[in-house]
């Protein structure tokens, strides 16, 4: 083989090589995105609890969520049935992304120990502090295997949404309609609390 010939096979190897490094790179680049991507279950019937999220259609059956909940006075009294994600000495602000009960843990939120840094523009705080109260019920309900009827991710989006209202300036009737609505998810469900 002459020496203009071994040029041009190492410049065409080159060029694979290249061609090759690209490709890999857009591979890479996208597999984020791919895995990002949460399987759906068939025919609108969903997993209800994180985990079941998290897997998609690969964890067996999906089991319909049906109309159930535990109150706050059940997480309350039951740490240990709590979330490991979302454990008592975790952080509200960590977990719901609002600073508006300071550096409090979700146990005295949920314990009402712990008076919310916001408040409505009445001055009355007791409607923050039952949003926090039922945020953190319905957080554990949809995250725990309670056939709860919101995601965790639309828990943490619905009450982020009514307290930053409060940023805003806005009176409290979201808050207490945010508030209302998660207590009577989490309190009067049909099929009550299946733990």
């Known amino acids: 083989m002459n020496k203009e010939n071994q040029e041009l096979d190492t410049s065409e190897d080159n060029a694979d090589q290249e061609k090759r490094r690209r490709l890999l790179k857009s591979i890479v680049a996208t597999t984020p995105v791919i895995l990002s991507v949460t399987s759906r279950p068939v025919l609108a019937v ?8 998290l897997s998609g259609n690969v964890s067996g059956d999906p089991e319909p969520c049906e109309d159930e909940g535990c109150s706050g006075t059940f997480w309350r009294n039951n740490e240990g049935q709590w979330h490991p994600d979302y454990p008592p000495r975790r952080k509200f ?22 008076d919310p840094t916001t408040n409505c523009a009445s001055g009355d705080i007791a409607d923050v502090k039952k949003l926090g109260r039922q945020a953190v019920a319905a957080l554990q309900n949809a995250a725990t295997r309670v056939a709860y009827p919101m995601l ?44």
């Not at 602000?93 to 712990?114: P, T, Y």
């Not at 940023?167 to 808050?175: A, K, L």
């Not at 309609?177 to 049909?190: G, I, K, P």
């Open 46 to 53: 969903r997993n209800c609890s994180e985990s079941g999220q």
């Open 93 to 114: 602000s960590d977990v719901f992304g609002v600073n508006d009960f300071g550096e409090a843990r979700l146990r005295r939120v949920i314990r009402k120990k712990e």
């Open 152 to 195: 965790v991710s639309e828990v943490i989006a619905t009450v982020q949404n009514a307290l930053n209202d409060l940023g805003s300036g806005v009176d409290c009737d979201n808050v207490k309609l945010v508030a209302d609505t998660l207590q009577s998810l989490n309190n009067d469900a049909l099929n009550g609390c299946p733990l």
